[in-house]
């Protein structure tokens, strides 16, 4: 994927491979992989523009990333890509360039999960119970509970 994609647009001014539309190229490669790769992709794609977001290349990618079809899923891969993507943009000046991105990182957004009032209250609770009985919870610390019998 990759390889393919920085040849097609690093290719020499003389070369043939200059008609070639990167973003169909891309596209394309796309439509031939299923679900999840979309999210490696494009996790590997905001790191390659992030290299140089200015060379042929990095222009390039930055064309072809709101073209990965990212879906709902992995959370901790969406935030990665989410802030990613909001990093390229500050690295970018061209308008019509950061209207695409700013367009892909509110879609990234919009899949990523905020706790329902329901988990948030649960988690309150939680920690109520906890300070009612003395004890002190830290993320990622096991908790048990006895009971006298």
């Known amino acids: 994927f990759f390889p393919t994609l920085e040849t097609i647009c690093d290719a020499p001014h003389t070369s043939p491979l200059l008609?070639?539309?990167?973003?169909?190229?891309?596209?394309?490669?796309?439509?031939?992989?299923?679900?999840?790769?979309?999210?490696?992709?494009?996790?590997?794609?905001c790191n390659e523009?992030?290299?140089?977001?200015?060379?042929?290349?990095?222009?390039?990618?930055?064309?072809?990333?709101?073209?990965?079809?990212v879906v709902a899923g992995d959370q901790t891969n969406l935030k990665l890509i989410h802030s990613l993507v909001e990093q390229i943009i500050d690295e970018v000046d061209h308008v019509s360039t950061k209207r695409s991105l700013t367009s892909f990182s509110v879609k990234i957004s919009s899949f990523i999960t905020r706790p329902s009032e329901e988990e948030e209250e649960r988690e309150g609770q939680d920690k109520e119970n906890m300070e009612n009985r003395g004890q002190h919870h830290r993320p990622g610390q096991t908790v048990s509970v006895h009971a006298g019998i």
């Open 19 to 45: 008609e070639i539309n990167p973003a169909n190229v891309a596209e394309l490669m796309l439509s031939l992989l299923r679900g999840r790769h979309h999210e490696q992709i494009a996790i590997k794609m």
């Open 49 to 69: 523009i992030l290299i140089s977001p200015t060379s042929p290349y990095g222009r390039c990618l930055i064309k072809v990333l709101p073209h990965c079809g």
